[in-house]
């Protein structure tokens, strides 16, 4: 059983369509968090929420929303879809401690295509 | 400006071999480092870390050396076997900007049997 699940995993459309992506997880954990993944450039945050009324914007945010719907739910939206988002997206979650110890656990990726 | 680099973008290896990851990062405040593991269509999996109290870490096949004066960390698999073959990414975290993540660009390891 998946602890971390997205949906949907492959999606393909228009510029300028609203699309979300959404993540539940099942970890029980506090803190997830959207990442994007681009080749040569590694995986990097979007958004990120230590818990449900916590919302903080990443290194990329701009063009992304997020809503935090419950602890297990995390949905990314992107309100007017353009070329460039084209890219596999990243859901994660994690513990929250007192160390420096993050790791995190992520979910199978939802490949976007924005044509 | 990436704090974190992987200078190689893929690395090719015998089996039975010992493959070496190589990662470097910038930011002096950074006080954990991480590498995962992700094979094609999954997520990235946690596979070992190390504290930067420590030069140090090993699990199994896997060991994590951290040099902090040249602000380097290696990833040593030996022996390589064929299920390896997958990318790898250096990650980052401080405890001063709240433990987030903080990736390199990954390296895809070949093992070849």
């Known amino acids: 059983d998946a602890d971390v699940t997205q949906t949907p995993r492959n999606r393909i459309t228009k510029t300028g369509k609203r699309i979300m992506l959404e993540c539940s997880q099942t970890?029980?954990?506090?803190?997830m968090y959207w990442y994007r993944q681009d080749p040569g450039l590694g995986l990097r945050l979007i958004y990120y929420?230590?818990?449900?009324?916590?919302?903080n914007k990443g290194e990329i945010s701009d063009g992304y929303s997020v809503s935090r719907q419950a602890q297990a739910k995390f949905s990314l939206s992107l309100e007017s879809a353009i070329p460039n988002q084209t890219a596999l997206y990243f859901c994660a979650t994690s513990e929250q401690g007192p160390s420096s110890y993050n790791e995190q656990f992520f979910g199978p990726g939802t490949r976007l295509t924005v044509l | 400006d990436q704090q974190v680099k992987q200078n190689s973008p893929s690395l090719s290896v015998q089996e039975g071999r010992i493959s070496i990851l190589n990662c470097d990062y910038t930011?002096?405040?950074?006080?954990?480092f991480l590498w995962y593991k992700k094979y094609p269509a999954e997520g990235p999996t946690f596979l070992i870390s190390i504290s930067s109290i420590k030069d140090k870490n090993e699990d199994g096949r896997f060991t994590v050396f951290l040099n902090k004066s040249a602000k380097h960390l290696s990833l040593h698999i030996v022996p390589s076997q064929p299920g390896d073959s997958a990318v790898y990414f250096c990650?980052?975290?401080?405890?001063?900007?709240?433990?987030?993540?903080?990736f390199g660009a990954g390296t895809i390891l070949r093992v070849k049997s």
């Open positions: 970890k029980g954990h506090d803190r």
């Open positions: 990650a980052a975290s401080a405890r001063v900007y709240g433990n987030k993540l903080v």
């Open positions: 929420s230590f818990d449900v009324k916590d919302i």
């Open positions: 930011n002096s405040m950074f006080d954990y």
